[in-house]
């Protein structure tokens, strides 16, 4: 296994819709294609490759040394983002690839730096005067995303919404219970106690929705 210290973000530089009826595996064949019988070289220059949606390929084998950036291939691994067509090295990250594009990117950055000890990553523009891939590198490293805080935040005032309700509900009940007696009583803590019940369920349906996505 050769040593590995840095991975170097690339695009294919190919329109948003490109080949969008393919398959990934289909696509990268085709990239394999142009590497192979317009340079020359003996394989994908790329080891890694990422899709529209989020799919990650796999192209030149990690043990091999890649074919993507001049100079710094021997110790690096080269992953490539498709899309980046007419992008420009200063763009943001978003102005050319997708939201499943940045959650796999770094996913598998994190995979690989954990995998090889690696700490340092770089955009092919940092080494060459070229747009590639298409943003710039540090800055978006730097960006962590968003955590879906607003989403636990309006899911717990749904539950504590519910759990009123049901308080509520069982604070009547006893107070009409009291102005009771006799069998009539026994009736009234009946139905409170379905009451209850109810509000329980309308609780836990409420909290299955969340987990189902639904606001």
């Known amino acids: 296994m050769r040593k590995i210290d840095e991975i170097i973000i690339h ?3 190919t329109r948003p819709n490109w080949w969008e009826d393919k398959t990934t595996d289909e696509k990268v064949a085709e990239i394999r294609r142009w590497h192979v019988e317009d340079n020359g070289w003996s394989d994908i220059g790329y080891h890694y490759l990422i899709d529209r949606d989020g799919t990650v390929a796999k192209g030149r084998p990690v ?18 983002l498709f899309g980046g067509h007419g992008s420009s090295e200063r763009d943001t990250f978003n102005e ?3 939201v499943e594009q940045n959650k796999a990117l770094r996913e598998l950055l994190a995979d690989l730096s954990d995998t090889y000890g690696i700490k340092k990553i770089t955009g092919h523009n940092q080494y060459a005067p070229k747009a590639c891939p298409g943003f710039d ?4 490293l730097a960006r962590k995303p968003a955590a879906p805080e607003r989403k636990k935040v309006a899911q717990s005032r749904t539950v504590q919404a519910s759990a009123t309700q049901v308080a509520t509900g069982a604070g009547g009940a006893v107070a009409a219970i009291a102005a009771l007696d ?9 139905g409170s106690v379905l009451v209850i019940l109810l509000g329980l369920w309308i609780m836990r349906e409420r909290l299955k929705g969340w987990g189902n996505g639904r606001r």
């Not at 006799?182 to 009946?190: W, Y």
């Open 63 to 80: 043990e091999k040394a890649g074919a993507h950036c001049k100079g710094h291939n021997s110790t690096t691994i080269g992953v490539s």
């Open 137 to 140: 590198v540090p800055r978006w």
């Open 11 to 13: 695009c294919t530089a």
């Open 96 to 98: 050319h690839f997708t």
């Open 182 to 190: 006799g069998t009539a009583q026994l009736v009234a803590i009946g």
